[in-house]
């Protein structure tokens, strides 16, 4: 049956100000990382990706950083917009199997 | 760019009844599908790995004569529930794609009454 549901973080930003995103991710022979937005009731949408011999990566209003030292993965968004409101995943990747995913956390932006 | 559609969107069915899901790349083929499943307020969780031509590899804990995959051609794969019961209730997600390039379908509702 269903498991317990896991209180997802939230983090509350002003509109127009930058939003940081943190993910703390398991396995340390994960060689790439992507960032997903999910809106309700759809499918994840890619943002940004990063492969482990990179430390940083730029897109359009985002960042991402990825310290391997402690396994974090980090997502920043610029100028924070309204149609930013989502949950965030990292999910992780070993060499071409499957995504895992983190838990997510979900990302108000206030007016 | 790369499209996974699924069908149907959203499914009401009834305890007892099963419910099949189909998972579609409309403009590449896919060697490897992948199942999820998303409860409320939680991640996505890896069902099975469902490669063209052969029986899908499937997570521990997720009944295999339950949910019912079958990979039938490089672009589609359908995931049948069998006798759904109401914790059987969730978002059904699959992705698509080549090594890296996964692409995500918009996923499938179900409601089990």
């Known amino acids: 049956g269903e498991s317990v549901g896991l209180h997802l973080p939230t983090l509350s930003v002003q509109e127009g100000d930058n939003s940081i995103i943190n993910c703390a991710y398991s396995?340390?022979?994960?060689?790439?990382f992507i960032w997903y937005k999910q809106e309700s009731g759809k499918g994840p949408q890619f943002i940004i990706d990063?492969?482990?011999?990179?430390d940083k990566r730029q897109g359009q209003r985002v960042t991402v950083l990825l310290n391997k030292t402690v396994k974090h993965l980090s997502l920043q968004i610029a100028a924070t917009q309204p149609g930013d409101s989502a949950v965030y995943f990292c999910?992780?990747?070993?060499?071409?199997?499957?995504?895992?995913f983190g838990p997510g956390t979900r990302l108000s932006v206030l007016p | 760019g790369a499209v996974v559609s699924q069908h149907p969107s959203r499914v009401i069915c009834k305890s007892g009844t099963s419910v099949k899901i189909e998972c579609r790349s409309l403009?590449?083929?896919?060697?490897?599908m992948f199942w999820y499943r998303q409860f409320p307020k939680q991640s996505l969780m890896l069902m099975a790995t469902?490669?063209?031509?052969?029986?899908?590899?499937?997570e521990q804990g997720v009944e295999k004569d339950k949910f019912l995959i079958n990979h039938a051609s490089l672009t589609l794969s359908t995931l049948t529930v069998t006798s759904a019961h109401p914790e059987d209730s969730s978002f059904y997600i699959c992705?698509?794609?080549?090594?890296?390039?996964?692409?995500f379908g918009p996923g499938t509702r179900l409601t089990v009454t």
């Open positions: 992705s698509a794609g080549i090594y890296y390039e996964q692409y």
């Open positions: 396995n340390s022979a994960s060689d790439y």
């Open positions: 990063i492969r482990s011999n990179m």
């Open positions: 999910a992780e990747n070993n060499y071409g199997q499957n995504f895992v």
């Open positions: 403009d590449f083929q896919a060697t490897t």
């Open positions: 469902s490669n063209e031509g052969s029986k899908a590899t499937y």
